[in-house]
C-alpha cells in the first residue's frame, strides 16, 4: 500500500509536467500526420494533371488532322493524243507519266517520226501531243518545230507548229488574222491535225498567196 500512495505522489507532483510532455507529443503526431497527408494529396493532384506542352501537342496535332491537304496531287491526267498512232484519243495516265508510257498504250505507226519526240517529257493533264510521220511537213516558214523542245527564233523567221499553234502564234503569219487562225484551229481539231502544210489550201480563205 505505501509503494502504491508513492506512485499516486509522484503522478501529482510531476502531473503538470505530464500534460506538457502528452500535449506536446499530441501536437507532434498531428504535425506529422497533417503536413504528410498534405503533402500525399498535392503529389496526387500533380500527376494527375497532364502536361501543358502535352496539350497544345496533341491539340495541334488534331489540327492537321482536321483539316484537308490542299496540295495533293491528282490520282490521274487525262491528254489527248493525235497523228501517226494506232490509236488516238484520250488516256487516263498518272501524274508521273511520261510520254514514253503513253506511246507504249497508243502504239505509234512504223512512219511515225519520234525523232521530234521527248519520250522523257512529263504529261500534263488536258495536254495535247501530236506524232508526226517521217514524211509530215507541218511548218510554215523554215523547220518545223521539235514537239517537246523550245528554242528561240527571229520574229522574222519564226517557226510555228500547225497542230500545236495557238491563235496567237498563227496570227504571226502574213497573211492569217484572228478569224482565219481560228479557223485553222477548228479545222486541225475536226480532222485530227494536218498531215501536211499544203492542207491548209482546204480551207476556205487560204489560198496560194499565203504560202508566198
Do not use: W
Not at 113 to 135: F, H
Amino acid at each position: 500500500m505505501r509503494s502504491t500512495q508513492h506512485v499516486f505522489d509522484l503522478l501529482k507532483h510531476y502531473k503538470i509536467h505530464l500534460c506538457l510532455c502528452i500535449s506536446s507529443l499530441t501536437i507532434i503526431l498531428c504535425s506529422i500526420f497533417f503536413f504528410t497527408g498534405f503533402d500525399s494529396k498535392e503529389s496526387k493532384d500533380v500527376i494527375s494533371l497532364p502536361h501543358q506542352s502535352d496539350l497544345i501537342e496533341s491539340s495541334v496535332g488534331k489540327d492537321k488532322q482536321s483539316k484537308p491537304n490542299e496540295q495533293t496531287m491528282p490520282s490521274t491526267v487525262i491528254v489527248d493524243i493525235k497523228g501517226a498512232i494506232k490509236h488516238a484519243g484520250t488516256y487516263e495516265m498518272k501524274p508521273n507519266a511520261r510520254i514514253k508510257d503513253l506511246l507504249d498504250k497508243a502504239q505509234p505507226l512504223k512512219n511515225a517520226d519520234l525523232s521530234t519526240v521527248n519520250l522523257a517529257e512529263k504529261l500534263r493533264d488536258q495536254k495535247m501531243i501530236y506524232i508526226p510521220t517521217v514524211n509530215d511537213k507541218q511548218q510554215v516558214g523554215a523547220h518545223a518545230e521539235s514537239l517537246g523542245k523550245e528554242h528561240e527564233t527571229s520574229d522574222s523567221n519564226q517557226l510555228i507548229n500547225l497542230n500545236t499553234a495557238e491563235e496567237k502564234d498563227l496570227t504571226q503569219v502574213p497573211g492569217i488574222g484572228p478569224s482565219k487562225a481560228q479557223t485553222i484551229i477548228k479545222y486541225r481539231e475536226e480532222h485530227n491535225g494536218f498531215n501536211a502544210v499544203d492542207e491548209l489550201k482546204e480551207i476556205k480563205g487560204i489560198g496560194d498567196k499565203t504560202f508566198e
